[in-house]
């Protein structure tokens, strides 16, 4: 992924499933990526709280970004593992997350990606591990 500022990418991915869910992104990085979501009720489950794919997609989507960044002109990276933890319901606010690269090596990397509520409280974390494709 050529380098590239969050409103630039903000801009590119209008009409793609992140924009759907209403992810923007504030910095991006090549070990850290951060974004936020404002929640509407067309993120909700039929419980009235966001549905645990609105999660997945964010700590998927944060992870991808930072983890192409990183690979930059080496070729593209796709997700291979995304395992996510749902700790906290959340019915309206802003969603925060932060994506963290834990390894970054020749043919696969690792990251963790943390959401918080607007009192900072972690409502979900996530580890996904991505596959280095090279061109």
């Known amino acids: 992924m050529a380098t590239v500022t969050p409103e630039q990418l903000n801009e590119i991915e209008q009409g793609t499933f992140a924009d759907l869910i209403g992810l923007t992104y504030l910095e991006l990085g090549p ?34 970004v930072g983890g192409g960044i990183w690979f930059a002109d080496r070729g593209n990276v796709v997700g291979v593992n995304n395992n ?14 932060e994506a963290t690269a834990i390894h ?14 607007e009192q900072q409280r972690t409502v979900a974390r996530g580890q996904v591990r991505l596959q280095n494709l090279t061109a």
């Not at 996510?84 to 997350?97: I, S, Y």
């Not at 970054?104 to 509520?117: E, K, P």
């Open 31 to 64: 070990q850290r990526v951060i974004g936020e979501c404002v929640v509407s009720p067309q993120l909700h489950q039929p419980a009235g709280i966001v549905n645990g794919g609105v999660y997945c997609t964010i700590i998927e989507t944060l992870a991808s």
């Open 104 to 117: 970054q090596g020749r043919s696969q990397q690792l990251w963790q990606v943390v959401i918080t509520d």
């Open 84 to 97: 996510t933890d749902f700790l906290r319901a959340v019915r309206e606010g802003t969603l925060h997350a």
